[in-house]
């Protein structure tokens, strides 16, 4: 390296890379082979730089588009758990739903049962007293029959008397 070369920035970006072509032209055209190589050394660094920052520019697009990536994975699966806890608190509201109608159609057997049952009860204490009333009845009947079949047998067996004692 020469003297001038430590000592002069090397200039980036577009405007280093003319001087880089400039500074290879004229050291070719003057036979300087150290200017030549000079501003091809240029040129690289320029394009070396440019590549890296290309290569940043890509690496930063890939850093994003993970990022990107690793949040629309974290939205999925946040959106997975929502529909998963709606989907159970729809499961838990139709349970509970079902068990409500279930509880409101026992309830509602169990009060015809108990119906059914109050009607039997009273059905068969009416027939019962109306069988009692009826049983009353034929005994009263079997009684007045009894008083009568007394009665006459009491008649029969006076006017045998009174044969009985006309014939002796």
């Known amino acids: 390296m020469s003297d001038s070369e430590a000592i002069q920035p090397i200039a980036g970006g577009a405007l280093g890379k003319i001087v880089g072509k400039a500074k290879s032209a004229v050291g070719s055209l003057m036979g300087s082979d150290d200017l030549a190589r000079e501003g091809n050394l240029q040129q690289a660094q320029v394009d070396a730089e440019r590549d890296a920052a290309h290569e940043r520019e890509v690496a930063e697009l890939r850093g994003e588009e993970a990022a990107l990536a690793e949040r629309r994975s974290e939205m999925t699966a946040e959106r997975d758990r929502l529909r998963a806890d709606v989907e ?30 109050e009607h039997r009860l009273e059905t068969d204490e009416r027939t019962a007293e109306a069988i009692e009333v009826a049983a009353r009845r034929q005994a009263a009947a079997s009684a007045g029959e009894v008083i009568r079949l007394q009665h006459a047998a009491e008649q029969a067996e006076l006017a045998a008397n009174s044969i009985d004692t006309e014939t002796t």
């Open 88 to 117: 159970s608190a729809a499961r838990q509201e139709a349970i509970a739903e079902t068990e409500a109608r279930q509880s409101r159609n026992i309830e509602v057997e169990a009060s015809r049962e108990k119906a059914t049952t």
